[in-house]
């Protein structure tokens, strides 16, 4: 591997589109419009389960502005298995289909789409659009179905996310031989459901020869344009999808919703361009963090070596799909264990399929597991940090293989260190401040390191500039930013010179944009089609001047001031024009595919680590809990761009917040319905919950993990903040709550 | 929601708006609870009578030993009016701890009460205060003491074809305490408990709550049990707080920590009277 010289990685560098986005200028998918653009509106079910006996659209299609009302009625004919409608990250099952048939498989399910000339006309029409449904026996509480609860099915989505390891040594026997233990069978979270900025929204253009170009709210360009080619029966380069800026995403935009299959049948079937976009409550109506029942024993020897573990799930799923989480994994990775026993099951229920939500499964399964680490250490009247390192893992024990790098005792001491963990009383309740109770808490974070294959280009343009492409988005996090670094780093350029193109399907193919994989996966892309280029121009120049160059090699030249020149002697240089020139074309490009060494990679674990620190001040009167502070200290490899990286974990651990005392979607399982679809009653923190905030990156170096060294940082900020904010309510308190959020009332 | 058409007048007068007043029109007074339910058809009247702006309605005046807020007095002047801090303090108390600065600019202390929220914070001062209730009709005025003006959920005493037209408060003897302390939805600022107390200089108390029951009360067993306020005597009465009351319940809070929130507002509201 070549190791590339890091100039502008590194750099705390603003968001290059930061100033697009703050003034407006920056053009989302529901904001794009043409001259002949129609409006759709979506009308969702009022009923959880049974068929649509009647829509009445006759009324309806004589209001103003009308121009079409699609139901499955009259909806066209479409693909007809499954697996044209299953996108990248679709889980095993059968996937939803909008509008296939009578049939109502969950309240909010979209039943209608009303076309109107105007946006105003199409809402109003959907608002008054009369339906008689024929309604079902349903249940939507998993937790009454427990006797359900079974094996989830593999498939294509499940690969990357590996079911439970087989039990290891003799759990039973090792748990009750040992002097210590903890045990809970009552750790709950409840439904979440994602709220990002810019609501999901797809315009679709009709250009005409069965040419279609569409802005859709996603993660993955290239599984939009595959969804839409497979159920419409249309060719791949017929489709283009374009995502050039996202207004947040964290796992919603994953996979294909049904706005963009509603826009693009509108727009195929009244050949105009068409606009769909959905409401804050419509956001409740496609997928969600699923609730979760977790159970948890942990023993260990009274010098704290743990001895015994089992983590056992029950997650909610839909009947037609069986979403999974890597829930339960975590605990052995963490933690040298030899007995172990880990479970994952799912119980479904009449509600639409769960879908990823920042960190899956790790923010779940992380909760049980480092509240119970701590009860451990209150049971050994240990400090929970020493238990931690007491029981630290040199080597991924699940798998039996070393990790590919792992500094998380760093992270454990420089965080406690900076934190001033050390500073606290052990004893519950021994800490105040004027009328009010405070707490540390301490929890570990783990999230796994990916590198998928991925295509870029790079190209030096007539105007001697590089342009660098990929088909990714950025939803948010700063791809673009921290791909133009990297690209400028690849071509030893500086970053004035090279222009980053993204979030088209017409692009170099990049995986869907999630599971922290993006800088590693798009950025060693960008790194090999780079060096790719600059093979590339150094053949052109020995071919234009061959004696000079005869010698060089790609490592051995700069591509500085216009020229391509050898890097210890830079007076001599062939100036790019005349490298376009000798070449005969307008511009010269170069493309490369990354396909990370599966064989290489097996041999590791590879995973981003960190120690979440917490201070809360509980209210006693009131029960009323405030994180007054956090810290995050974070071993995730090489940090491109230290600035955006900081974001990134901030926005997780405000997550964690919110998470472990805010965020529930609340089910009325009487109706089947979700009762507070809006940010009025489904609470998120507001600044003035957020109080001092604070992230160390560890250094940590990885040659195996991918050319960059780079790990990810997605999720690894929410993941440790929940136990720790728990484990922190315990010592202001003595109160151990296992369920999430943390009520006010539950600390009375 | 785009609400429904309806017609909307604005008339100068009670008397102008008492002729247009029928079973098909309701009274508009800010609008910021009215406007609401009318998009979510809660509500469906075909024509809303302005009044927030009669200028009869406006003001806060001293009459005799009386202070007098116009029914169309919004939270803001409340707020500001130097009367208001000098004779009922806790009534600016409060109405900075309503919504936010658009609502306060809005919002009325008539349309508050007509409205009766359960969980609207002035009913329980208008209570605690002694508030009478003045409304006019085209019969004539009657005046309704703030004890029987608070019928249950959001009801109230007022009759068909009758506007509140102002609410008149016995001036405070020199030394009176009041307070109005709540706990805040953290979205609207509605109070899930409010608790308004006035401690009157031979030791007598009124304490009332919003946001606990249907309706707003005075809590007369707590009023009863202050004593000589010693902190004995306030334990006894925050102990006996909402006894007997069928209580809110939301996911915001349960029955038990609604009434846990009670008893910890009627003690602060109670300590905060002791100096």
New interface residues.
Partial sequence: METINQKQQGKALSRLEGALKVTGAAQYAGEYSAPDLLYGHVVNSTIPKGKIQKIYTEEILKLPGIIEIFTHENRPSLAWFNFQYSDMDAPPGSPFRPLHDAEIKYYGQPVALVVAESF?EA??AA?VLKIDYEKEAFTTNFTNQLDDARAPKRGFATLLKPLPPKPKGDFDKAFDESPVQVSADDYYHGTEHHNPMEMHATTTMFEGEGKLTIYDKTQGTVNSQLYVANVFGLSFKDVRVIAPYVGGAFGSGLQPQYQLFMSVMAALELKRSVRVTLTRAQMYTFGHRPPTLQQIKVAAEMDGKITALHHKATAETSRFEDYTEVVVNWGNILYPVENTKLDYELVPVDVYSPLDMRAPGGSTGLHPLECALDELAYELKMDPLDLRLKNYAEQDDSENRPFSSKELKECYLQGAEKFGWYNRSPQPRSMRRGNRLVGYGMATGIWESMTLPAKAEATLTKEGKFRVRSAVTDIGTGTLTVMTQIAADALGVGLDEVEFEYGDSKMPFAPIQGGSYTVSTVGSAVVAACQALRKRLLKIAQKANGSLFETASESKVSLTNGHLSLSEKPDVAVSFQELLTVSGKRMIKASKTNIPNPLTLKKYTRAAHSAAFVEVEVDE???VINVTRALTAVAAGTIVNPKTARSQIVGGMVWGISKALREET?TDHRLGRY??PN???Y?IP?HADIHDLDVIFVEEKDDIVNPLGSKGLGEIGIVALPPAIANAVFHATGKRIHQLPI???ML? | ??SYEFDYTRPDTVEAALDLLDDDSKILAGGHSLIPALKLRLSAPGKLIDIARIPSLKGIKMDGNELVIGAAATHSDILESDLIKQHLPMFAEGAALIGDPMIRHKGTLGGSLAHADPSADWPAMVLAAEGTVVVQSKTGTRSISSDDFFTGFYSTALESGEIITEIRFPIPAEGTKMTYQK?VQ???RFAIVGCAALRHPDGTARVAFTGVADAPFRDTAVENAVGDWSEEALEAAVALTAQGMEFNVD?Y??E??RH??AR?YCRKALKALLY
Wanted: proline share 3%; glycine share 4%; aromatic share 12%.
């Fill in positions: 105003e809402r109003f608002s009167e009131l029960g609340i009762m507070n940010l009025a009653e609470h507001v009520h006010f009332d009375l | 929601m785009i706990f953290p979205a609207s996911h809070a349960s038990t920590y846990h929130l910890v």
